[in-house]
């Protein structure tokens, strides 16, 4: 059963402190159908019941995730900010600390680097057309080399 704990302020003003719920992973799991969907994104607990026939992706992709950890899929996928923002709406309680993995935790996925590879995306097409670049000038010297 979810129990209700005070967190800190939560963005509240100093000192104000505010109940959070907390769901164990088999609450959460039992969560499955289409009437109720509730699942975890970043250690946060979310019944997106509503969203189901909204949702861009179509529903089974949320029936797919329903009752687990989506998290993975959630950040593989891209989403925008606004989408993460929207997400705020369907919050309904934290994962409990029991059941939390050591790395998983209640991450704020907007403070996350997402971009830590980007250069890996355009070093090698820049290094690609250098070696090209080198290759044609090797087997196709000007004419004016030529004579």
């Known amino acids: 059963m979810a129990t209700v704990e005070a967190s800190g302020s939560g963005g509240k003003g100093p000192g104000v402190e505010t109940p959070v719920t907390y769901y164990r992973l088999e609450e959460v799991a039992e969560r499955n159908s289409s009437k109720e969907i509730w699942l975890v994104i970043h250690g946060r607990v979310y019944d ?71 250069w890996s995306y355009w070093i090698f097409p820049i290094i690609g057309a250098i070696l090209l670049g080198f290759l044609y000038r090797y087997y196709y010297p000007s004419e004016s080399r030529s004579s």
């Open 48 to 118: 997106i019941t509503r969203f189901l026939n909204e949702h861009p992706g179509g529903e089974e992709v949320l029936l797919e995730q329903a009752g687990a950890d989506a998290s993975e899929s959630f950040e593989d996928v891209g989403h925008s900010s606004d989408a993460r923002e929207m997400l705020k709406q369907y919050y309904i309680g934290d994962v409990h600390p029991n059941d939390l993995k050591p790395d998983s935790g209640s991450k704020d996925p907007s403070k996350n680097d997402t971009c830590r590879s980007c």
